[in-house]
Each structure stands twice: as structure tokens, then as C-alpha cells.
């Protein structure tokens, strides 16, 4: 129960620093590039900021559909880097770390992305 909690703020702070990205992106849509790769993450990210709110709502309150939003979620999440730790990589920025930190920790945000899917997993087996 904690740790879908725990989840779900994780996913809350997703949607805090995703939301300027996204503004971004609403107020400047007629200026995204033709390109179909451009276009596609685009989309995806605007579904994903929104299926967020879903995931945290659901995961908060400890309901199923928080539990299947997230699944949905996880290859999106993975193709255009919005990883649930993804605010560590903002370290090396705020300590003036070397560049080669940012890499190291977006690699752990990979990781722990599928380190949340494994324990999302087991959770939502227990509990339904």
C-alpha cells in the first residue's frame, strides 16, 4: 500500500516537471517539425502527461486501474524518457557536476524504471 503511494507521488512529480515541456508543446503546436518522429513523440507525451494524473490518482488511492494506466504507460515512459526517478538527472545541474554524471544517472533512471515495474507488478498481484 506504501509503496503504490510512494508510486503514484513519484508520478506526481513526473506530471510537476513534465508540465512545462508540455506547455511548450500546447503553445507552440503549429511550430512542431513535419517530421513523423517529431510528430509521433510529441503525441505520445501530451497521452502520457495525461495518463499520468490517471497512474498517481490510482495508485495514491490504491486502485487497479493506477496499476494498468502504469502498464500502459511503461514502453511510453521508456521511448521518450519520462522515467519515474527522471529528476535526479537534474543533480549534476544543481551541483555543477561533469557532464559525464548525466549519463550515468539516466541509466539508473532506466534501470529503476524496470526495478518499478517488477515491484508494480508483485503489488498488484498481492493485493488483486
Partial sequence: ??????????????????????WKIVTHFNEIPDQVLSQVKVILILALFVSLFASAAGLIANKKFGFI???VQFPFRLLVWVFSI????YLPELF???DGWFSVLLRICFIAEFFRLYFTIQIHRKQF
Fill in 1 to 22: 500500500m506504501r509503496t503504490s503511494r510512494f508510486f503514484g507521488i513519484l508520478d506526481v512529480i513526473s506530471i510537476v516537471l513534465l508540465a512545462k515541456q508540455v
Fill in 69 to 71: 494506466t502504469y502498464y
Fill in 86 to 89: 527522471g529528476f535526479i538527472t
Fill in 96 to 98: 555543477n557536476l561533469t
